[in-house]
């Protein structure tokens, strides 16, 4: 932001890189965290694994309650294991450089709304060469289905 900073989670699915639930918030508390958190899981189901980096909002008593309840498996990336999130980290470098970067947000409300924007063109639009240069709405919505063993 112009002045002052906002702090953005996203709850991402491996495999189809779509981003299932975020919040931004002025501080770095988990409960922005656990809203996201409690969003996916009510929307989209339970992971069997949730993976996340080390962050105190990650490792926070409340936070790891919410994944201990649904009985979801806790994977932490390494401590300065960028590699160990490279979909996240992505994710980051695409909404700063295609997003915030070029939009210098006078307010968090602004800014929520950008990004909430590019969120939607991230999901619904914007081409991965990971993905065949399909976005990731369209592998989420149109998985196929396994073939029995």
């Known amino acids: 932001m112009a002045r002052g900073f ?9 495999f189809t ?3 299932l ?5 002025i501080s770095l508390d988990a409960e922005f965290c656990i809203e996201a958190l409690e969003e ?10 949730f993976n996340s980096d080390q962050g105190s909002q990650f490792t926070s008593t409340a936070f ?3 994944l201990h309840r649904e009985k979801i498996a806790i994977s932490m990336d ?5 590699r160990d999130n490279v979909f996240v980290e ?5 909404v700063k450089y295609e997003e915030v970067y070029l939009n210098a947000y006078a307010s968090v409300p602004e800014a929520r709304a950008g990004i909430g924007r590019y969120i939607g063109f991230y999901n619904a639009v914007r081409p991965h060469s990971a993905l065949g240069g399909r976005a990731p709405d369209q ?9 029995a063993a």
């Open 21 to 25: 639930a975020w919040r931004v918030s």
């Open 90 to 94: 992505r994710l980051w470098r695409s």
């Open 78 to 82: 390494g401590k300065g294991c960028w």
């Open 139 to 147: 592998i989420y919505f149109h998985k196929p289905l396994l073939a």
């Open 40 to 49: 996916a899981l009510a929307r989209y189901g339970k992971p069997a694994i």
């Open 64 to 66: 790891t309650a919410v």
């Open 17 to 19: 890189r779509r981003v």
């Open 6 to 14: 906002v702090y953005l989670v996203a709850i991402v699915d491996w």
